[in-house]
């Protein structure tokens, strides 16, 4: 049977004129997944190649946020992956194809699923999940997920300094808030503040409607740009006692959410090398020099080598960390091994890629200037590449080298 598919693919990619291998799973990896989801697989990366991947382009130039993409997203389920009871690889695969289509709406679809829909899933009353599932589920509505401060970013954890007073039966929440996805665009910001009377961080739903909540967003970036990143102020934000969540009364709690958050950013990694390996094999294949194409020069094919070679070891290592995650086996240490391992190749996939284009290569109208760019948040955010080998390191020899 998977034989068959897989001479199908072939037929198809000869009737269409396609290069052999035409979705480059050369690991046979969608075949893993159950029929229902291989046809749900498809049909998503159908509309992903075709509706969003190039229209994302123009969006990521002028630093815009393509609400109209995203309900197109809505349709697919996108913003319910977390709750819809989909087996992790598919999740994962649905990130990875994503992120081969647009990085900046795989960190949304991600966000949304692992932090959002996630943590009120998980962490939140009965009210909670009434008020506010429906609407993320439909992407109709937006959380943002604030935890990252001015101040306090790899030292987050220890250092968060926004702070939660209980007053009169309301919350009163203070302090700042910086690099926060979604912070202008969304209806509420998960904020992450810690309680004056016990000293804990605690989760809190602060409406983005409530006086006192300021976002302004970050321009100028290099990366992610579709993404509507925000800094926040919050200046005695005032919310019910009921907005904070009941499951989130310290930070360990939320812990368990970003050890899969950190995973996801791994799944991403592998997407922003197949898109890598799309966009350099189309242009080897096409571009001449020296009177033939590129893809006859040795060096050539040895550079699409690697960065599919890459981009199958970072999908084949987050195929095993489904595997051990669908069986409740993740931990920190391999969810922080995976995302620092297929970042930073990534990083060398990428830069690889700009410089198979030549000139090309420095442009986001030939695509891969905008993953270049991309790579570079995939390596910094959910923690930074050197705190994620701190943790696997701390892990494997009992030794913390944090301070
Ligand atoms: C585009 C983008 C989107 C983001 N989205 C969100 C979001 O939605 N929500 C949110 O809460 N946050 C978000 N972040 C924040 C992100 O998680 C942080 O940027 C990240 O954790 C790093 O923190 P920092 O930028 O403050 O760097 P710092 O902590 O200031 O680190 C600076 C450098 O020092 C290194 N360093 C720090 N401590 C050590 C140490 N002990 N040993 C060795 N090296 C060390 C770091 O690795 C890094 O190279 C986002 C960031 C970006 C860029």
Redesign the pocket.
């Known amino acids: 049977m998977l034989d068959e598919i897989a001479r199908a693919g072939g037929q198809a990619a000869e009737q269409q004129d396609l290069p052999p291998y035409p979705e480059a799973d050369l690991m046979h990896v969608v075949d893993l997944l159950s029929y229902e989801e291989r046809n749900r697989y498809f049909e998503v990366r159908e509309f992903l190649q075709t509706r969003i991947r190039a229209a994302s382009i123009d969006y990521w130039n002028r630093e815009e946020f393509p609400f109209g993409l995203v309900a197109d997203l809505a349709k697919f389920g996108l913003g319910r992956l977390q709750t819809d009871g989909t087996s992790k690889l598919f999740k994962g695969l649905m990130y990875t194809e994503v992120a081969r289509a647009d990085v900046s709406l795989s960190?949304l679809v991600g966000?949304h699923n692992e932090?959002i829909v996630g943590m009120i899933d998980e962490l939140g009353s009965e009210e909670q999940k009434e008020r506010w599932l429906p609407g993320l589920e439909s992407f109709t509505q937006l959380g943002?997920?604030?935890?990252?401060e001015p101040d306090?970013?790899?030292?987050?954890a220890g250092g968060l300094a926004t702070t939660a007073r209980l007053e009169g039966g309301e919350w009163v929440i203070n302090g700042a808030?910086?690099?926060?996805?979604?912070?202008t665009i969304a209806d509420f910001a998960l904020v992450?503040a810690r309680d004056e009377a016990d000293g804990q961080i605690k989760g809190f739903i602060v409406e983005t409607s409530r006086p006192g909540y300021t976002a302004t967003k970050i321009s100028n970036?290099i990366?992610?740009r579709i993404?509507q990143?925000a800094n926040i102020v919050l200046d005695n934000v005032r919310i019910p006692a009921s907005n904070m969540l009941p499951g989130a009364t310290h930070f360990a709690k939320a812990n368990e959410l970003l050890r899969d958050s950190r995973a996801w950013v791994g799944w991403q990694a592998a997407g922003i090398q197949l898109a890598a390996f799309d966009v350099a094999r189309a242009y080897a294949l096409d571009r001449r020099q020296f009177g033939r194409e590129l893809a006859r020069f040795q060096l050539i094919q040895q550079q699409l080598s690697e960065i599919l070679g890459n981009a199958s070891a970072s999908l084949s290592l987050m195929v095993e960390l489904a595997r051990i995650q669908e069986a409740g086996k993740l931990e920190m240490v391999q969810s922080a091994m995976a995302k620092a391992t297929t970042t930073r190749i990534a990083r060398a996939s990428v830069a690889m890629g700009r410089s198979l284009l030549g000139g090309n290569g420095i442009s986001s109208d030939f695509e891969m200037g905008k993953l270049f760019g991309d790579a570079e948040?995939l390596y910094?955010?959910?923690?930074?590449?050197?705190?994620n080998s701190?943790i696997v390191a701390r892990a494997v020899t009992g030794v913390s080298?944090?301070?």
């Open positions: 960190a966000i932090l943002a997920f604030a935890l990252t306090h970013g790899s030292d987050v808030k910086r690099w926060i996805g979604a912070g992450w970036k990366g992610l993404m990143n948040v910094s955010y959910e923690g930074s590449y050197e705190i701190l080298a944090f301070v």
